[in-house]
């Protein structure tokens, strides 16, 4: 979506469309030029740093895949390999002691040596930055401390459950097993940085300086002009081996929308919507910014296979706040379950979805389908639509109607995708259940602040993967702890057999921790903790001669994936 309906087509872009003859579909063979151009809607500097410990935005989490590493990656179909790691760690029989040996091979692009020591170097680094992703540390011994002391602005000591005996192997101590932790090592924070490139280039700006910018991936930055352009090639001799057919790799800044599309139209670009899953504040930005264009393409029969898209690890509800307000109580089980049966999901994403181009309707849970710990299909006897049911508890339980008087909808931000989703509910509240529930919508920061208070009674929840792991979403959202510290749903759920279930998985490795986050998972269905809406997806156009591109729940696939064929 998400254009509203009633917009025109932008000028031009029918007339280009309607020039485009029927495309020929392109041979195996590869092109000559082995260049792919990917639209960007800005330059990296005016979203985040391409810096590991700073990196969360999908943009930049998108390029830096390309040309850091760590302990271990995420392959194209999310499976967790060794990267600089050698095989699986030696692990203590108390599970709480690491050791990992590293590969003698590794080396940044720059001809650096790899050692145990850069790790700790980077690791301290990122645990000193304490950004949203830090968590990935939370686990090691001594890391409390370090944000004890970062939050007191004190003098910050070393990560003392890290050390390097050689230059090989790198010993981490935890403070009580995680079966989680090991697939957080993927992440960006756990990434490793050449400390000389950072000393000779500057902490705040060795990124932005192409010979700066020194990572162990199989591409480098060589050229940025700022605002324009960003171009990448792959490393010669590359230590982990082939970098793919890829022989130059251009992120050009496009303003997102008819600029975008002008430059695809025109073939000055092969790629719409790199590194643009969706986001925190509801819209994948392909689809918000160019609804009527995509519908236009997905109408010709000549281009409507360059459209593609993929699931996202992130997940829309409904939230109810448990602590105070019509859904509070032992016995306002059935009164969260009539609000939901009241919602066709269907019909629901047949009205904001744009025919999945931004989300599809949620039937397995709390967890995107794609990701470990979803349900499956149908596994959510709470997503069935049942209005009849539904109107008949709300009036054996509400029958005066003063128990959900004054009852509103809070979501925020104002996104074309949010606003669509919130009148959707109010319509079929009102035509389902008989109620004229009002929404209103608050700026980003007052809806986080106010739902994280617990101020909010009916409300929007959402939450977006950083791992493919249950500990992720059960950690950070639905258990006891999560709730009172982070304040993460803002609904006060609490369960003492959920709690016991995640605790014990979170101390298994993952294969034997499945079934209990799964069952976690159900009792979260069982007691209506939340209206489970829809599954995001992203979209991406795609000329047909690029071969390989595509996208995971959780990121891009890597470049060294993609060629070029014969046009």
């Known amino acids: 979506m998400l254009a509203p309906r009633h917009l025109a087509l932008l000028a031009g872009a029918a007339l280009a469309l309607a020039a485009c003859q029927t495309a020929a579909p392109p041979s195996n063979e590869l092109a000559t030029d082995q260049t792919l151009r990917l639209a960007i809607p800005s330059d990296i500097s005016s979203v985040e740093p391409l810096d590991p410990p700073q990196i969360g935005d999908p943009l930049t989490y998108a390029i830096g895949t390309n040309i850091f590493g760590g302990l271990y990656r995420y392959d194209d ?23 990992f040996h590293l590969n003698p091979n590794a080396k940044f692009w720059n001809g650096d040596p790899v050692t145990a020591a850069d790790f700790v170097y980077s690791w301290n680094r990122a645990v000193i930055a304490q950004n949203c992703l830090s968590f990935t540390f939370g686990p090691i011994d001594g890391y409390q401390t370090i944000a004890a002391a970062v939050a007191a602005s004190q003098l910050v000591p070393a990560l003392r459950g890290i050390s390097a005996p050689d230059a090989h192997t790198l010993v981490v101590h935890l403070t009580a097993p995680s079966g989680g932790w090991l697939p957080a090592l993927a992440l960006p924070c756990a990434w490793v940085v050449d400390r000389k490139a950072v000393a000779a280039y500057g902490e705040a700006t060795w990124w932005t300086n192409a010979d700066g910018l020194v990572g ?21 001799h590359w230590w982990r081996g082939s970098t793919g057919e890829l022989t130059r790799l251009e992120l050009r800044v496009v303003a997102a929308g008819a600029s975008q599309w002008q430059a695809y139209q025109a073939g000055t670009v092969d790629v719409l919507g790199f590194g ?8 994948p930005e392909l689809t918000s910014s160019l609804g009527p264009q995509l519908e236009s393409l997905g109408a010709d029969p000549g281009h409507r296979a360059e459209i593609h898209s993929w699931p996202v690890g992130h997940t829309e509800w409904v939230g109810f706040n448990f602590q105070a ?13 009539a609000f939901s049966q009241g919602i066709d999901r269907s019909a629901l994403a047949r009205a904001v979805c744009e025919h999945g181009w931004a989300c599809t309707s949620a039937t397995g849970g709390l967890i995107t389908k794609g990701l470990q710990g979803y349900l499956g299909e149908g596994a959510d006897p709470t997503a069935r639509f049942n209005p009849a049911k539904a109107r008949a508890t709300i009036a054996r339980l509400d029958p005066s109607g003063s128990r959900l008087r004054g009852l509103i909808y809070t979501y925020g931000p104002a996104s074309p995708l949010l606003v669509a989703v919130a009148r959707n509910l109010h319509d079929q509240w009102k035509a389902n259940l008989g109620l004229d529930i009002p929404a209103r919508a608050l700026d980003q920061g007052s809806f986080f602040a106010a739902r994280g208070r617990r101020q ?48 014990a998985a979170d101390r ?4 034997s921790a499945l079934s209990k986050y799964q069952q976690a998972g159900r009792a979260l269905l069982d007691d209506q903790a939340m209206a489970v809406l829809f599954y995001y997806t992203r979209t991406a156009v795609v ?16 470049w060294t994936s993609v060629r070029i064929l014969r046009h």
């Open 77 to 99: 179909h999310l499976r967790l390999l060794p990267d600089i790691a050698e095989g699986s760690p030696d692990v203590s029989t108390d599970s709480r002691t690491y050791t």
């Open 216 to 236: 162990t991936g199989p591409f480098r930055l060589t050229s940025r002009t700022p605002n324009q352009s960003l171009v990448f090639t792959p490393i010669p």
């Open 276 to 283: 643009a899953p969706s986001s925190g504040a509801g819209a």
């Open 543 to 558: 000329k047909p001669y690029v071969d390989g591109y595509g996208a995971n729940p959780l990121l891009d696939y890597g």
């Open 456 to 503: 909010l009674t009916l409300f929007r929840g959402s939450w977006l993967a950083d791992y493919d792991h249950p500990q992720d979403w059960f950690d950070n959202l639905f258990t006891t702890s999560a709730d009172q510290v982070n304040d993460s749903t803002g609904s006060g759920y609490s369960n003492s057999a959920v709690d016991a279930l995640v605790a």
């Open 325 to 337: 307000g019509p859904f509070s109580g032992s016995e306002s089980h059935d009164l969260r379950l």
């Open 508 to 511: 298994l490795p993952l294969d």
